[in-house]
């Protein structure tokens, strides 16, 4: 009999050395307590089926099948035969399992009706889907495969719910299986570090009973129990880590910069030229508040595309100014740095040209920091920042370098907070005697229970009504592959706003070969590059990935339409791989009305302001995520005339790339998509599982199905703080806590 183990057991000690070799190779698992939380991935029943059909070519799967026919027949290339099995899933799906040689036992094990597991890597031949050599194991009463024995495997799937692990090749699932059994039987009952108060108040199932029924559940019911105690636990570990910043934050001292009456931020209401609108009102007040206090300001500040948040940005900032202080306004790109400069200045006229002929004596000096400004300007800047006459500094993550000091940093603007790592902010926080207010800006509309969990210790604001003059955007499907005569549509469609007198943006997910190739749009041109924001995350996989050509490069479309469709229009590009002075120069001609279209990379994603911009065609957009798209069709429509945003791609009707491009189109409800977004993402990715490259504790919450749980973990999770602030009544608690959210994944969530 195997010896009892605990949680912290090395593997080694029950599963041998090789076994366990193996789990820490290809599965990062060491001891039991990995082992127990490395969950199933899904459980399959006899009789239901995996949707064969939805295997994508490259991925390694296990599947649940039923054996149809085998068929054996000679190699043409070498001796020997082949054996093709022919699996079925239950709804018409069928796979082709493959093995070379003469493998005559084989044929007599795999016969029809046989039900097993087969775990491989999806290939396709002549339009086949196959697995070449699978692992398998059968259920029932049959025999496995070489080196796993019947005995080995079947017994671990005896129960109506068949637990499938994420595996790896040389791991496959019932292996996996084979090992939780071995460490469940002889597992001391862990402490359950969830207090008995807690327990009976939300009727949660013990630790260990719920490990148990997890892994090895004997119905639905023990199944839903075990996963609700486990989210309820991945859960509360997130909001007390989540409170307790929050509450440490509350304690941490700042200079309190409290609004006047007369100064700045009066002035500059006055000369507004339009009416603010009620929600910028509101945030302004509650900003105010925050600002005026004793500790440091932590706030979200969330609305869609052209919703206002500058304004509320800058009147923040000014409210700081008068208070004596300065405020900085870190933009993730030297586009959107000089964009938000020239923008700031215009709003603020002469009050933000303190020092100049026709500046007001009573303002101030609004002053661009980023890494490409020459040595003299530099200089200069900096002296402005040092001294304290800018009492608004914009810049990127040049204003972290060492050289870049403030007189008294007061408020700290982040825009588009999802581009800035942590440590980031901290280091521009750290330019401050004591914790400057911080005021974070995102464009992109988060799901309140996204909001809850990982921006969980900033209190948020929304803004959701637009400014007056704004207009509708429009947004259809362009399927270039089955009706080319849209997409010449969709260039005339230009040509006619242009001759409106409007302007046009081209968006491409590539900016190309140094030189461009010159490559025919939609041949499949060469070359890669990576503009300095991310280009899109290719979710499509609409048939073969092997297959699918290169994305478009903006140095490739830009010559084809030039001499193409749009011949004779006043054609620019802009991408991250221009220097600063030039991309700023195309922004200033874009901006002037001196160029009709300008062909770009998400370089344009955020922040770009230009009115007069009506349509945008956004080429390969199957390429993007939801947010980036719905980013991206806010650069048009900002001013008095409609927008129109066309969505080009050679994805077919009824894929899931198509499907999420005519949910972009059918809808401008942010928060509607944002949702989308977060379906089809991996849950971990926001919760922070993959950003330091380990292993996640973090597995089975949904921010959008667990939305009620997480609202009451919250509330428990205040309510045992302001009881116990640090958990010292809870030690076990706390350490169940620092192995869900280690710290660099609090650090992650912290947002602030």
């Known amino acids: 009999m195997t010896q009892p183990c605990t949680m912290d057991t090395p593997l080694t000690v029950n599963l041998g050395a090789k076994t366990a070799k193996a789990m820490a190779d290809h599965l990062d698992l060491h001891t039991v307590g990995d082992l127990l939380y490395h969950f199933p991935r899904r459980y399959d029943q006899r009789g239901e089926h995996t949707d064969i059909r939805s295997l994508e070519v490259g991925e390694q799967v296990t599947v649940l099948g039923q054996v149809r026919r085998t068929t054996v027949r000679p190699m043409r290339q070498?001796?020997?035969?082949?054996?093709?099995?022919?699996?079925?899933?239950?709804?018409?799906?069928?796979?082709?399992?493959?093995?070379?040689?003469?493998?005559?036992?084989?044929?007599?094990?795999?016969?029809?009706?046989?039900?097993?597991?087969?775990?491989?890597?999806?290939?396709?031949?002549?339009?086949?889907?196959?697995?070449?050599?699978?692992?398998?194991?059968?259920?029932?009463?049959?025999?496995?495969d070489g080196e796993v024995a019947a005995e080995e495997g079947v017994e671990e799937f005896a129960g109506?719910?068949?637990?499938?692990?994420?595996?790896?090749?040389?791991?496959?699932?019932?292996?996996?299986?084979?090992?939780?059994?071995?460490?469940?039987?002889?597992?001391?009952?862990?402490?359950?570090?969830?207090?008995?108060?807690?327990?009976?108040?939300r009727n949660l199932l013990g630790l260990h009973p719920a490990l148990r029924q997890i892994h090895r559940p004997a119905s639905d019911v023990e199944l839903f129990q075990a996963r609700r105690r486990l989210k309820w636990d991945e859960a509360f570990a997130v909001q007390l880590t989540l409170v307790q910043r929050k509450l440490r934050a509350a304690d941490w001292p700042a200079r309190p910069r409290p609004r006047t009456d007369?100064?700045?931020?009066?002035?500059?209401?006055?000369?507004?030229?339009?009416?603010?609108?009620?929600?910028?009102?509101?945030?302004?007040?509650?900003?105010?508040?925050?600002?005026?206090?004793?500790?440091?300001?932590?706030?979200?500040?969330?609305?869609?595309?052209?919703?206002?948040?500058?304004?509320?940005?800058?009147?923040?900032?000014?409210?700081?100014?008068?208070?004596?202080?300065?405020?900085?306004?870190?933009?993730?790109?030297?586009?959107l740095a000089a964009q938000h400069h020239r923008g700031i200045q215009e709003l603020l006229g002469p009050l933000g040209r303190a020092g100049e002929l026709d500046g007001d004596p009573a303002g101030t000096r609004v002053t661009l920091v980023t890494?490409?400004?020459?040595?003299?300007?530099?200089?200069?800047?900096?002296?402005?920042?040092?001294?304290?006459?800018?009492?608004?500094?914009?810049?990127?993550?040049?204003?972290?370098?060492?050289?870049?000091?403030?007189?008294?940093?007061?408020?700290?603007?982040?825009?588009?907070?999802h581009r800035f790592g942590v440590e980031q902010r901290d280091a521009l926080r750290a330019k401050a005697e004591q914790p400057p207010?911080?005021?974070?800006?995102?464009?992109?509309?988060?799901?309140?229970?996204?909001?809850?969990?990982?921006?969980?210790?900033?209190?948020?604001?929304?803004?959701?009504?637009?400014?007056?003059?704004?207009?509708?955007?429009?947004?259809?499907?362009?399927?270039?592959?089955?009706?080319?005569?849209?997409?010449?549509?969709?260039?005339?469609?230009?040509?006619?706003?242009?001759?409106?007198g409007h302007q046009a943006y081209v968006v491409c997910p590539r900016?190309?070969?140094?030189?461009?190739?010159?490559?025919?749009?939609?041949?499949?041109?060469?070359?890669?590059?990576?503009?300095?924001?991310?280009?899109?995350?290719?979710?499509?996989?609409?048939g073969d990935p092997g297959a699918r050509r290169s994305p478009l490069a903006v140095t490739e479309?830009?010559?084809?339409?030039?001499?193409?469709?749009?011949?004779?229009?006043?054609?620019?590009?802009?991408?991250?791989r221009l220097p600063a002075d030039a991309k700023d120069a195309v922004m200033r001609s874009f901006a002037a009305g001196d160029v009709d279209v300008l062909v770009a990379t998400t370089v344009v994603e955020v922040g770009v302001n230009v009115p007069n911009a009506t349509v945008m065609i956004v080429l390969d957009a199957d390429r993007f995520g939801v947010s980036q798209l719905h980013q991206l069709r806010g650069r048009v429509g900002r001013g008095s005339a409609a927008g129109l945003c066309?969505?080009?791609?050679?994805?077919?009707?009824?894929?899931?790339?198509?499907?999420?491009?005519?949910?972009?189109?059918?809808?401008?409800?942010?928060?509607?998509?944002?949702?989308?977004?977060?379906?089809?993402r991996r849950e971990g990715d926001v919760l922070g599982a993959t950003q330091s490259g380990r292993r996640s504790h973090l597995r089975l919450l949904s921010l959008l199905r667990d939305a009620e749980l997480i609202g009451q973990a919250r509330a428990e999770a205040i309510t045992l703080l302001d009881d116990d602030p640090q958990l010292d009544r809870y030690p076990a608690l706390a350490a169940s806590v620092d192995t869900l959210v280690d710290a660099e994944r609090a650090e992650y969530l912290e947002k602030g």
């Open 646 to 680: 066309l969505l080009v791609t050679d994805a077919a009707e009824g894929t899931p790339a198509r499907e999420r491009l005519d949910a972009v189109a059918s809808t401008t409800d942010g928060f509607r998509l944002a949702e989308l977004d977060l379906e089809q």
């Open 511 to 542: 900016i190309g070969d140094a030189a461009g190739s010159g490559a025919a749009a939609g041949s499949g041109a060469g070359g890669s590059g990576v503009d300095e924001e991310p280009s899109g995350e290719d979710p499509a996989a609409s």
């Open 437 to 500: 207010h911080v005021l974070v800006m995102t464009a992109t509309p988060i799901p309140r229970t996204v909001a809850m969990t990982v921006y969980g210790d900033l209190e948020v604001s929304a803004l959701t009504q637009l400014p007056g003059g704004r207009s509708p955007i429009a947004s259809h499907v362009v399927p270039a592959a089955e009706k080319p005569a849209f997409l010449e549509r969709a260039w005339r469609r230009v040509r006619e706003e242009v001759a409106a």
């Open 160 to 201: 109506a719910l068949i637990p499938v692990y994420p595996a790896a090749a040389a791991v496959p699932t019932w292996v996996i299986a084979r090992c939780v059994r071995t460490v469940l039987d002889v597992l001391t009952p862990p402490e359950d570090p969830m207090p008995a108060a807690v327990r009976a108040s």
């Open 262 to 335: 007369a100064g700045l931020l009066a002035a500059f209401d006055a000369r507004l030229p339009y009416e603010l609108t009620d929600g910028q009102r509101r945030i302004g007040e509650e900003i105010a508040a925050d600002l005026s206090a004793a500790h440091p300001m932590h706030r979200l500040l969330q609305g869609e595309v052209g919703s206002g948040k500058t304004v509320c940005a800058v009147r923040a900032m000014l409210q700081v100014v008068d208070a004596g202080g300065q405020a900085a306004l870190l933009a993730p790109t030297e586009v």
């Open 371 to 417: 890494g490409s400004l020459g040595a003299a300007a530099r200089r200069a800047a900096l002296d402005e920042v040092r001294a304290g006459r800018a009492g608004i500094v914009i810049g990127t993550h040049a204003l972290l370098y060492e050289g870049v000091d403030f007189a008294d940093l007061g408020l700290v603007v982040v825009d588009e907070q």
């Open 557 to 576: 479309v830009m010559p084809l339409l030039a001499e193409g469709p749009l011949h004779g229009l006043r054609i620019e590009m802009l991408h991250g």
């Open 78 to 144: 070498r001796r020997g035969k082949l054996l093709e099995v022919v699996v079925e899933d239950g709804a018409g799906g069928t796979l082709t399992l493959t093995f070379f040689g003469n493998q005559a036992w084989r044929e007599r094990d795999l016969k029809p009706g046989r039900w097993g597991l087969f775990a491989g890597k999806v290939t396709e031949f002549r339009g086949v889907r196959q697995l070449n050599g699978p692992e398998y194991v059968l259920l029932g009463d049959g025999a496995a």
